[in-house]
């Protein structure tokens, strides 16, 4: 079955610091890939996405991930995290049945010291 | 353009009364989806309509949550009766796309609505 893991809960960075968000995925194929993102009082943001082409993705607000096949992995990076970026960040792949069904890491919390 | 818009934000209720959830999704998305997360756990998929069809509802986790899309425009859960493990935020999301991971992939997602069963 499919899963994801976010092996951090809960991440502290300084302002201007840099930021990577981990995230495992099990699959048996090749993942579609997403980030979302959660600022309080919002909806869920998606961040970007990979479901193919070029390993390095890049997204909004400034973030990138990498889709790693060899280490099952997906992670998130910032180079210079801003106060605003204070937020839960989620990992999810998308089930192979390709009808928009989601499954969902635990989420990181991100918080950001001035 | 609206997006995916949830009612209420928030609702407290007692173990054993109904709640009745609200979603509107962006006009025009056929695919309207609901997902839910339990304190501290992930974000779980509960059910995904086309239109007013129930497309996939293996993450409903019993019966007394009742999903319903009539018209296929907005949709209604409902929990009854309630239990206090049905506690959590429950999010709607929509989507235009039908062959979903070879078109955009986006699902929009709502605010979510928190439920406190006590």
């Known amino acids: 079955a499919q899963s994801v893991t976010q092996p951090d809960i809960h991440i502290t960075v300084s302002e201007g610091a840099s930021l990577e968000l981990r995230c495992n995925y099990s699959?048996?194929?090749?993942?579609?890939l997403f980030w979302y993102v959660q600022s309080p009082g919002q909806g869920l943001q998606l961040l970007l996405k990979y479901f193919s082409g070029d390993t390095l993705v890049q997204g909004i607000k400034g973030f990138e991930a990498e889709f790693k096949r060899s280490q099952s992995s997906f992670n998130l990076r910032k180079p210079s995290v801003h106060w605003s970026d204070a937020a839960e960040y989620f990992c999810a792949v998308g089930s192979p049945a390709n009808t928009g069904k989601l499954i969902f890491g635990q989420g990181t919390t991100l918080q950001v010291k001035p | 353009e609206a997006g995916v818009t949830q009612f209420p934000s928030h609702s407290v209720i007692e173990k054993g009364q109904t709640v009745t959830l609200r979603c509107d999704p962006i006009?025009?998305?056929?695919?309207l989806y609901w997902y839910r997360r339990v304190m501290g756990k992930e974000i779980k998929f509960l059910l995904h309509?086309?239109?007013?069809?129930?497309?996939?509802e293996s993450g409903m986790p019993n019966n007394r949550f009742l999903a319903e899309r009539t018209g296929g425009t907005y949709s209604t859960l409902k929990v009854q009766p309630a239990e206090l493990e049905d506690s959590g935020v429950y999010f709607c999301?929509?989507?235009?796309?039908?062959?979903?991971?070879?078109?955009?992939?986006?699902?929009?997602f709502g605010e979510g609505s928190r439920l406190t069963v006590l």
């Open positions: 699959y048996g194929a090749t993942p579609y």
């Open positions: 006009s025009g998305h056929d695919n």
């Open positions: 999301a929509s989507s235009q796309d039908h062959t979903f991971w070879g078109n955009t992939g986006e699902l929009f």
């Open positions: 309509f086309v239109k007013e069809s129930k497309q996939d």
